[in-house]
């Protein structure tokens, strides 16, 4: 079976770091994605990882190891507008659709 | 702007009503998706086409009927639905098994 753990909800303050865990077990791997999603929007596409250790885009690092089902993504100097839901999603075999975790709804306060 | 345009944004309908939800991808893409997100629940495939043949169907009620005429547009066809059935419809398209590239959503409300 596929099974994918995040955190329901996470608050953050602005300027602030946050780290939103993502721990899973499949059957296989073939890459790991992370999506933002607004409310009342569509997710867009944040980062992907395949191989171990950490990937940087601007503000946002997604980290990953294979041998630990596990991976974060990072957030630093936190704004106002990161407040959305953050969607780990992992691929176990190579031409198989994305399976999706819950999503974390991370709320950035003042 | 996606490149992922969906059709109605907001749907009401009776149990007895036949309504579509329609998708259209403007990125090229050769495989579409449709996702079902319901509150508190991950998001769920339903169903996958690539190059318009279906590969995908994860044992979605036959209420729900999808259709790909070409590899732009995706229909999700509707009859005798229940109010469980209410949630946010999500199209997605992708190059192979690239990254996906999602619509707005249709959220649809079942009385």
């Known amino acids: 079976g596929q099974n994918i753990d995040q955190p329901t909800e996470m608050t953050a303050t602005e300027g602030a770091i946050v780290q939103i865990n993502c721990t899973y077990q499949?059957?296989?791997?073939?890459?790991l994605f992370w999506y933002q999603q607004h409310a009342g929007e569509a997710p867009t596409f944040l980062s992907y990882n395949v191989l171990d250790g950490l990937e940087e885009k601007g503000r946002f690092s997604s980290f990953l190891s294979r041998s630990k089902g596990y991976s974060y993504l990072l957030l630093k100097e936190l704004q106002m507008k990161d407040s959305a839901s953050y969607l780990c999603?992992?691929?176990?075999?190579?031409?198989?659709?994305?399976?999706f975790g819950k999503g974390t709804r991370l709320s950035v306060i003042a | 702007e996606t490149g992922v345009t969906q059709t109605p944004r907001h749907l009401v309908m009776g149990m007895t009503n036949k309504k579509s939800l329609k998708c259209e991808q403007h990125l090229g893409h050769n495989a579409m998706y449709w996702y079902k997100q319901s509150a508190k629940k991950p998001l769920e495939l339903m169903f996958v086409?690539?190059?318009?043949?279906?590969?995908e169907n994860n044992s979605v009620p036959s209420r729900f009927s999808p259709e790909c005429p070409n590899s732009s547009h995706l229909f999700l066809h509707l009859h005798t639905l229940q109010p469980e059935d209410s949630a946010l419809y999500l199209c997605a398209s992708s190059q192979g098994t690239g990254e996906l590239f999602f619509g707005e959503g249709s959220r649809l409300t079942v009385l």
């Open positions: 999603a992992v691929r176990d075999l190579r031409n198989t659709p994305l399976v």
């Open positions: 086409y690539s190059l318009e043949e279906r590969v």
């Open positions: 499949t059957s296989g791997f073939n890459g």
